[in-house]
């Protein structure tokens, strides 16, 4: 399992973007396959990113050439780059390991509004 937590979240803009970070405790960090997930307000979380070891990505069609996940394993970190952000972005995002989840953190809180 990891741990994780998650920051840079906040306000912005649409068409802006924001950084996200995630900070993994546990062992074997690369043998995790992490994934970024988000839960909007009445919604149910669902995951829009996903890395394995190796770094190979996909992602939802919804965030599909805006968002770039990447993960530095050195440093048991996971980040999600988000550009041309919409309204539609606005949720609390989330990481964990998808073939080993572990407890979800706190998550961070992403609103995009003018």
């Known amino acids: 399992q990891v741990q994780v937590v998650e920051s840079g979240g906040g306000l912005v803009q649409p068409g802006g973007s924001l950084r996200l970070s995630c900070a993994a405790s546990?062992?074997?960090?690369?043998?995790?396959?992490m994934g970024w997930y988000r839960q909007a307000p009445g919604m149910q979380r669902v995951r829009v990113a996903r890395?394995?070891?190796?770094?190979?990505?996909s992602y939802a069609d919804s965030v599909k050439g805006r968002f770039n996940i990447s993960r530095d394993n050195a440093k048991n970190m996971v980040y999600l780059q988000m550009t041309s952000l919409k309204p539609e972005d606005t949720a609390v995002y989330y990481c964990?390991?998808?073939?080993?989840?572990?407890?979800w953190g706190q998550g961070t809180q992403v609103i995009v509004s003018s």
């Open positions: 964990n390991s998808v073939n080993r989840p572990g407890p």
């Open positions: 546990g062992s074997s960090f690369m043998l995790h396959v």
């Open positions: 890395i394995t070891g190796y770094g190979v990505k």
